[in-house]
């Protein structure tokens, strides 16, 4: 039995002892969580009950971005040991399946997600998961940066797709964090400029300080016509759609250039829809991005070297014992607010 914060049913949070079997495998770590940041999935199931196809039916412990420290080593590890400060990519793929064979694990239809029903999330003390799926931190990389890896990897994964260019204007549509980590991602990878959009200006302002940003409250402005002056109307490369916003999509095509690509990363919680014709005539391309591949020691490396640093997205840290107020916090959250943290105790 461990203390975990449980969903017990839509709109219902219980911090309780819950019994979780987990058996040290031979390729398998055992980690003392130390940071567990609070994403929107986990706000969307609490609230919600459910996404899409993912239906909570029975307890679930919540939390998936996360990091922590090697308590115990399976027989078969060696590249870690205890004592380690890691982070954790919290979906395991079928090793077997179709897709993990042709390098694309994020869509093995049997992958085991954190906090997606029904698998169990990471907000309790310990876990047990694959060494493969466990990376170690350099000493200049903190714990509470390495729990903000796994967002991290979604704005690479998506820039990735996007096949950045050096000197590339691209528009963020968004400013949760997601949409920050893109824009962070997008600077990294070569982004001349971002444009980034929301409707709150506190956001909008931390947009600003994260390097060559313009920032557009779609409430005053319109973006369209901003990217169009901007660009002297030729329009952007890439247009990361971050929002989830079913309003956003219909003027995608109408900021980029000829030839640009669109990338939708954002969730909606409708079905959205675009204009094809508009698409073709600039023979645009589009990208969909479902989690990521691949990145997680890239991002790593992008956090010690001072390529990219995600501390300004912490806005506020709850500690383990006031995780349900967290979440309430969280489900109403107050102009200015990104990522929520929980910190678990030592």
């Given amino acids: 039995m461990v203390q975990a914060l449980v969903l017990e049913e839509k709109d219902r949070l219980s911090l309780r002892d819950i019994r979780v079997d987990e058996t040290l495998g031979r390729r398998d770590v055992r980690i003392a969580l130390r940071r567990v940041g609070i994403c929107g999935s986990d706000v969307h199931y609490y609230t919600h009950g459910g996404i899409d196809p993912f239906i909570v039916r029975a307890p679930m412990i919540l939390g998936h971005e996360a990091s922590g420290v090697v308590v115990e080593i399976g027989a078969d590890v060696t590249e870690l040991k205890e004592g380690d400060r890691v982070c ?55 714990l509470e940066q390495a729990a903000m890896v796994e967002p991290l990897a979604t704005g690479v994964h998506g820039a990735t797709k996007a096949q950045v260019q050096p000197g590339d204007i691209a528009v963020v549509t968004g400013a949760g964090t997601i949409g920050l980590v893109t824009t962070l991602a997008a600077l990294a990878a070569g982004c001349a400029r971002v444009i980034v959009s929301d409707v709150d200006d506190s956001k909008l302002a931390l947009a600003a300080t994260l390097g060559a940003v313009t920032t557009v409250n779609a409430k005053s402005q319109k973006l369209v016509d901003v990217v169009k ?91 383990f014992e006031d995780s349900i107020r967290a979440f309430e916090f969280a489900k109403h959250p107050p102009q200015g607010s990104v990522k929520i943290q929980i910190e678990m105790p030592n």
């Fill in 88 to 142: 954790m990519e919290p979906g395991i793929p079928d090793p077997a399946s179709r897709a993990s064979r042709l390098g694309k694990y994020n869509l093995d239809p049997a992958v085991r997600f954190w906090a997606t029903p029904p698998v169990h999330g990471v907000l309790r003390p310990t876990v047990v998961h694959p060494a493969d799926f466990t990376f170690k931190l350099p000493d200049n990389v903190s």
């Fill in 229 to 319: 002056r901007e660009t002297d109307g030729w329009g952007v490369e890439i247009v990361f759609e971050c929002s989830g916003n079913h309003r956003v999509a219909p003027d995608v095509f109408d900021m980029l250039c000829p030839g640009g690509r669109a990338v939708f990363i954002g969730m909606p919680g409708e079905p959205i829809s675009y204009h094809v014709t508009r698409a073709a005539i600039k023979e645009a391309r589009v990208e969909h991005i479902f989690r990521y591949a691949h990145v997680f020691p890239r991002c790593v490396a992008m956090l010690s070297s001072g390529a990219i640093d995600l501390k300004p997205l912490i806005t506020r840290t709850f500690g």
